[in-house]
């Protein structure tokens, strides 16, 4: 069992940045793909940003490609995700999540725990 746990989320004025991170724990993270979703009022949950065990290959949502930079640490069990240029359409409830068994790094379905989320929150 795997346990996910998100941080940083805040309120931010619109051109600011902000640092997710996402913990894990109970399980041999560095072997895992790990993602970022997120989900606003009213709307389906949403892929951001997705990064496979080798650190090197990173995939974007393109409403966040060149803003956003998805990274992990394996020594720490952690995966980042460093939020740049925020826009108003930005603001959602943002997780991460763990790819264990095979499934797209891109759908919802392809995940297979998540963290219980952070807020974030740009104003115009």
């Known amino acids: 069992q795997v346990q996910l746990v998100e941080s940083g989320g805040g309120l931010v004025q619109a051109g600011g940045s902000l640092r997710l991170s996402c913990a894990a724990s109970?399980?041999?993270?560095?072997?895992?793909?790990m993602g970022w979703f997120r989900q606003a009022p009213g709307k389906e949950r949403e892929f951001v940003a997705a990064i496979r065990w080798d650190i090197v290959s990173t995939y974007y949502a393109d409403s966040v490609k060149g803003r956003f930079t998805i990274s992990r640490d394996n020594a720490k069990n952690t995966v980042y995700l460093q939020m740049n240029s925020l826009k108003p359409e930005d603001t959602a409830v943002y997780y991460c999540?763990?790819?264990?068994?095979?499934?797209?790094?891109?759908?919802?379905?392809?995940?297979?725990?998540w963290g219980q989320g952070t807020q974030v929150t740009v104003s115009s």
């Open positions: 999540a763990i790819r264990m068994y095979i499934g797209s790094v891109f759908t919802v379905s392809g995940y297979d725990t």
């Open positions: 109970g399980r041999t993270f560095s072997r895992y793909a």
